[in-house]
């Protein structure tokens, strides 16, 4: 068994974020193409503490990657208040012809890592391009940051940001960090409708438990959205666009904004397809309608960047080997 914390990963997530969408493009056709085994995802809840939960996601992933694993992930809001971070993960990869598990990985960072990913690989290919006139971010934390990294160093034109938070101070601090790194016009908004009005691209990241966007009205310039936080849109607002997800069975579950649409229509018509639909040209997006992306994050998806990760860290000599963590099983 290898552990892996955080520094090494993010060592080499920092350095390759062009390649890791190849990886996660990779992943998503591999699982398009019937060579994975994706489980429903279980959710701990507990009765006490609405908010909070512990979601697994099994996996199998072949083609290039060839790896079985298990992300455990924790989601608890209030751990903001005391000064620790949201969410807290771990990655059991697990060989497959013995079944043993040979690592575990820190995996906050490969959770925002690959859901990043997707959703930079989403607006290129619903945008066409690289380019984005203006980014409305809704939700400042830690999936917005690596969102814009991704941006960033994948060299996205971008001329202006609109940023919203129920925090303002949290979205002042973000606008902080970009300053840093872009030239373009950075303004902190004081409500959400700001963060849609004349953006072509709007990132959703919160950490919102059901609806809290209702107008249809705020889709009329027909923007790309990325859903990434899943229960942000009312369900009028999903019927007034294109729908993309990733694999429809997960994401129509668990009181998401899809879900509530099914609920409402009886039907998932509203669902246009998925984006390996769209990466192998079997749909194209419909330029004069708005475009929704609500990615549910595929488990194979952190299997391919945690395994991706895991070569380039013991290549290197990295990781901590514990040779004798199985019992009967020599050094």
Not at 6 to 24: F, M, S
Not at 29 to 53: I, K, V, W
Not at 208 to 226: C, I, S, Y
Not at 268 to 292: V, Y
Request: hydrophobic content about 45%; aromatic content about 8%; glycine content about 8%.
């Amino acid at each position: 068994m290898t552990v892996i914390g955080a520094g090494a990963i993010t060592a080499e997530t920092d350095r390759h974020r062009p390649e890791l969408v190849d990886v996660v493009r990779a992943a998503y056709l591999a699982h398009d193409a019937g060579d994975s085994a994706n489980p429903h995802s279980s959710f701990l809840r507990f009765p006490d503490q609405r908010r909070s939960r512990i979601i697994s996601l099994p996996a199998y992933l072949g083609g290039a990657f060839e790896v079985a694993g298990n992300k455990w992930i924790a989601s608890f809001p209030d751990n903001t208040q005391h000064g620790i971070p949201r969410a807290s993960a771990t990655l059991i990869l697990n060989d497959c012809i013995t079944g043993y598990p040979f690592a575990c990985m820190e995996s906050s960072i490969i959770s925002a890592t690959r859901t990043a990913a997707s959703a930079v690989l989403g607006a290129q290919t619903l945008l066409g391009a690289r380019r984005a006139r203006r980014v409305g971010m809704v939700g400042t934390g830690l999936i917005a940051q690596h969102v814009w990294r991704f941006l960033r160093d994948l060299e996205w034109e971008i001329d202006a940001f609109r940023l919203f938070d129920l925090d303002p101070a949290a979205a002042g601090r973000f606008a902080a960090v970009l300053a840093k790194d872009t030239e373009a016009e950075l303004v902190a908004v004081d409500n959400v409708e700001e963060a849609f009005t004349d953006c072509d691209l709007v990132v959703l990241s919160t950490v919102a438990g059901e609806p809290h966007l209702h107008d249809p009205r705020l889709l009329a310039h027909h923007p790309v959205v990325l859903h990434l936080s899943l229960r942000d849109l009312a369900p009028e607002m999903i019927l007034a666009a294109q729908n993309f997800t990733d694999d429809v069975d997960h994401a129509v579950r668990e009181r998401t904004s899809l879900h509530l649409t099914e609920q409402r229509t009886g039907n998932r018509d509203f669902i246009d397809g998925t984006l390996a639909d769209l990466l192998r040209e079997r749909l194209d997006r419909d330029p004069t309608r708005p475009a929704i992306f609500s990615p549910f994050g595929l488990g194979v998806l952190d299997l391919a960047v945690g395994k991706w990760v895991y070569d380039r860290v013991i290549s290197a000599g990295g990781g901590h080997r514990v040779s004798d963590f199985f019992s009967g099983v020599g050094a």
